[in-house]
């Protein structure tokens, strides 16, 4: 399942037991991708209460938060985030593989609001070339009307996603089936 030596959800206790049984409640299993953190209770727990913050984000949705994950994922090649999020927009979200496809190609057509694939656009552009971000990039997306702590949120998620993507290569974290 990984280079790393993991918990698994049967032998969980403590601190990796809960975290562990909040993703069964939430999502009806423990994903690879969680059971790699176990041999950290603490990164575990943080993992658990930053997913569980943004499902329920106020304003950024869950198919903008799907498509900053595959396609960063994109990015870094991790086969792993890009199959389970492609998979989210299209068994959760309603997405055909088709749109998800054309997102995939291309960011810009991204079954999303316009506003939304702006902030999409920018969190790839962090992720890709930071150094390039400019004063002007906030203001489009501040005249589209999103805060700045919603601008900082985003690409903040769009970069941990980054190191998530290392960390699941970099260890071989095995896909699981789903469905």
Known sequence: MSLLQTVSPDAATGEVAEAYAWLSRAWGRVPNAFTLMSPSPFLLKQQVEYIGRF??????????????RMLVSCQTRCDYCIDVNA?????????TPEQVAAAQAD????????RERALLAFVLKVTREPLAVAAADLDALRALGWSDAEILEAA???????????????FKVEPEQWG
């Open 55 to 68: 499902a329920s984000h106020a304003s950024l949705t869950p198919p903008l938060l799907a498509c900053i």
């Open 156 to 170: 903040n998620y769009g970069a941990r996603m980054v190191a998530a993507d290392l960390l699941l290569n970099a």
């Open 107 to 114: 960011p810009a057509a991204a079954n999303l609001p316009e």
């Open 87 to 95: 998979g989210l927009l299209i068994n959760m979200m309603g997405w």
